[in-house]
């Protein structure tokens, strides 16, 4: 099945640190969201974004949807130790279904 | 707490095998999505039901069917189980837009 390309897969950091991540697909989308998922948890919803530039945040998350509408990215500004997880982007095309593209995930360690 | 809610959170059987997962949606949600994941795989969409109708397929195996009851819970039915069907299976609900909120899981193991 079809995957988003999300980039790095792996972020080793330090508490305190800021981190960036994007994902990249080949399709437009109309949505894209992105979520974290906790060891043996599902994913949880951080931020959804509706319009092509649209920066959203979420506290210390902030979301910015691209301008081509085929990329997003997602920052975490002054990372603290509950942020590790998997972070996944997904799209959305509104196109007379409402199935969800996930990205490969980046996953988040945080360096003590 | 996602308000969603699934059973069991793990499974194990053999191959050959038929089961049965279970997902109840949050209060209001008339929407409800199965997805798949694995590791080779990631998340999948597998089905979405709107309101007890089939709404959207995905990457559904023929061996694999879902359904939508009257009081909006939803059954996802897995048979002919294979030792590759080993996966964590997600339910999620929503209004029928593009928010989905996803339960905790069903973790699948095929021996």
């Known amino acids: 099945g079809q995957q988003l390309n999300q980039s790095p897969q792996s972020m080793f950091i330090q508490e305190g640190e800021d981190v960036s991540m994007n994902c990249t697909s080949s399709s437009i989308f109309n949505t894209w969201l992105w979520y974290k998922q906790d060891p043996g948890e599902g994913p949880v919803l951080l931020i959804a974004?509706?319009?092509?530039?649209e920066l959203t945040s979420n506290g210390r998350l902030t979301a910015q949807f691209g301008i081509t509408r085929k990329d997003s990215f997602l920052n975490i500004s002054a990372s603290i130790p509950s942020d590790v997880g998997i972070y996944f982007c997904a799209g959305l095309t509104n196109f007379g279904n409402e199935k969800l593209t996930f990205g490969t995930g980046t996953r988040l360690t945080i360096i003590p | 707490d996602s308000g969603v809610t699934q059973t069991p959170k793990h499974l194990i059987t053999a191959t050959g095998q038929r089961v049965t997962l279970r997902c109840s949606p949050r209060s209001g949600d008339l929407s409800v999505y199965w997805y798949q994941q694995s590791l080779d795989q990631g998340l999948q969409f597998l089905i979405q039901?709107?309101?007890?109708?089939?709404?959207a397929k995905g990457n559904i195996l023929e061996r694999f069917s879902a359904q939508q009851f009257p009081d909006l819970h939803s059954e996802l039915n897995l048979s002919s189980l294979e030792l590759g069907d080993s996966a964590l299976y997600f339910c999620?609900?929503?209004?029928?837009?593009?928010?989905?909120?996803f339960g905790p899981g069903t973790r699948l193991t095929v021996l």
């Open positions: 039901y709107y309101n007890g109708e089939e709404r």
């Open positions: 999620a609900s929503g209004g029928g837009g593009d928010t989905q909120y």
């Open positions: 974004l509706y319009k092509a530039g």
